[in-house]
């Protein structure tokens, strides 16, 4: 990785305590070490917080790697979402809307972004089944608007899930 795509980093001094500076540790360590290559030590020394600290919010890093994904879908998903109720009735205006709140939300938000990319093998099978279900809910925004684009003559796709699946 480049600098220049390199995650952000955690600050030499993060707030003290709480669920969301062992999230946001964990957030720069498996974004830039991978979940495998991150331990309890690295997310509690970024953190500025004991191992012992981090089993008070979270049982395991399994568990944190699953907040951390399920969390970072439904945020994409109520941001997609209020971008299509924002951007009228047409299929495409819909798209345009819904993608570009995705690029955004994918810009802003790199570390997280590859977590949920790169991350899904590390999911224990209770953690993957969550996410899927997250994704597809996250999928079915974008596919919804395709169908209907397809249907009203917008969009010129004889394979509108693949198509779906090419814009995500």
Known sequence: M???SSPDPVPSRPARGGREVVLRSAIANFASLGYHGTSMRD?????GITVASIY???PSKQLILQEIMRETLREVIGLTRAALEDAGP?????LAAVMRAWVVFH?????????????MRS?????????????DEQQAVFGDIVDRGVRDGCFATTHPREATWAVI
């Not at 047409?90 to 819909?94: A, E, K, L």
């Not at 810009?107 to 991350?119: F, K, V």
């Open 123 to 135: 999911l224990d099978p209770d953690g993957r089944a969550q996410v899927v279900a997250l994704r």
């Open 90 to 94: 047409s299929p495409v205006d819909q």
């Open 107 to 119: 810009t802003e938000r790199r570390p997280e972004a590859l977590i949920g990319a790169s991350e």
């Open 43 to 47: 997310i509690a020394r970024d953190a």
């Open 2 to 4: 480049n600098a220049s």
């Open 56 to 58: 008070h919010h979270f």
